[in-house]
């Protein structure tokens, strides 16, 4: 989650450091599923915070996928391109996708990233990228924030509602 912070703050130094701490960590792993869309259980090592349950399906806000897109994301920033294509290309093989090379990289970052059907982080990354993306319901750039709620709005008459709320 600190690494996501610090992706949305551009710092990608720090958002690289945080992902590479649970990458190094061992504990968790890609797991191939036949969509990819969706972990059944809190018992597979791609979760790292989850196992809420709705509607039938798990859902984990969290998943080691998405870790390696913010690695991969943080360091084709910083240029350090060889790393982030190292973290792509797992994923991709983690697909059942051939590899990429450095031409393609930002563009399958993002098609990755439009893969996290189901844990609620889709959006964050619409914001990210500041772009339009395959989500639905998503607005650029109306849904980059969230709306105030209305009795924050009445308790601080300084505050003003984010545009298109």
């Known amino acids: 989650m600190l690494a996501k912070v610090h992706l949305l703050r551009q710092d990608w130094q720090g958002a690289a450091y945080s992902c590479e701490e649970v990458i190094a960590s061992g504990v968790y792993r890609l797991e191939p599923q036949l969509d990819h869309t969706m972990v059944p259980s809190s018992e597979?090592?791609?979760?790292?915070y989850g196992d809420f349950y709705a509607d039938g399906k798990y859902i984990h806000p969290l998943l080691y996928k998405e870790?390696?897109?913010m690695a991969a994301y943080a360091n084709f920033k910083m240029g350090t391109i060889n790393k982030a294509l190292q973290f792509v290309n797992e994923l991709l093989a983690s697909y059942g996708m051939a590899h990429t090379d450095v031409t393609l990289i930002e563009n399958k970052i993002i098609?990755?990233?439009s893969n996290?059907?189901?844990t609620g982080q889709l959006y964050p990354y619409a914001r990210l990228f500041s772009m339009k993306f395959r989500a639905d319901g998503f607005e650029t750039p109306k849904n980059w924030f969230l709306p105030v709620p209305e009795s924050a709005l009445l308790s601080c008459p300084n505050l003003q509602q984010n545009p298109g709320y």
Do not use: F
């Open 44 to 48: 597979s090592k791609e979760v790292i």
């Open 67 to 69: 870790v390696l897109i």
């Open 111 to 113: 098609d990755l990233s």
């Open 116 to 118: 996290l059907h189901g």
